[in-house]
């Protein structure tokens, strides 16, 4: 049996609770009483022999004050909350977060690139890519397996990104 994606925690005040919304959290359990150390994909047994959900809001309550927050909605689209980037040790930017990005396996990253040989950046933006890069700060590793969206959050204060070229001059 594969790890079974939890039922979303309503947010708002709850009037009437679907039969499925407990059939999803019956297979949860069940899952977990059948894997009690965890599968070490999914499911993590942290110090202490407490369990965890990759993603899930454990993983939120162990970074309360965490930047970049990651985040699945109710439409099945990722956020990603508010963080500061450092682009060149130059340029310090509050990034204000985004919304509605269709999840894949991959690496969410905060990408910002140069755009002339003035100093000018492009527009920091959120993508999910095969493998981080000197302008891609990963933020999260996501994973996607069929119905089940999971993800790693990474502890990320700033984001850094560093791009450097060969100086022509020092090739003389």
Request: hydrophobic share 35%; aromatic share 8%.
């Amino acid at each position: 049996m594969n790890c079974p994606r939890l039922p979303t925690v309503p947010s708002g005040r709850v009037t009437q609770i679907d039969p499925s919304w407990f059939q999803r959290l019956n297979e949860c359990l069940q899952f977990a009483m059948t894997h009690p150390v965890g599968d070490g994909s999914t499911i993590f047994q942290d110090a202490g022999g407490t369990l965890r959900a990759a993603g899930g809001r454990d993983d939120l309550a162990a970074l309360p004050d965490s930047l970049f927050r990651v985040t699945l909605q109710e439409d099945g689209t990722l956020s990603v909350g508010p963080g500061f980037l450092n682009r060149n040790g130059l340029d310090f930017i509050s990034w204000p977060g985004a919304e509605g990005i269709t999840p894949k396996s991959g690496y969410l990253c905060i990408v910002s690139e140069p755009v002339d040989k003035m100093g000018n950046w492009s527009d920091p933006e959120i993508l999910i890519r095969d493998t981080p890069n000197q302008c891609a700060y990963p933020v999260a590793k996501i994973t996607v397996e069929g119905e089940s969206v999971s993800w790693e959050q990474y502890p990320v204060t700033v984001a850094q990104i560093i791009y450097s070229g060969r100086c022509p001059i020092a090739e003389l």
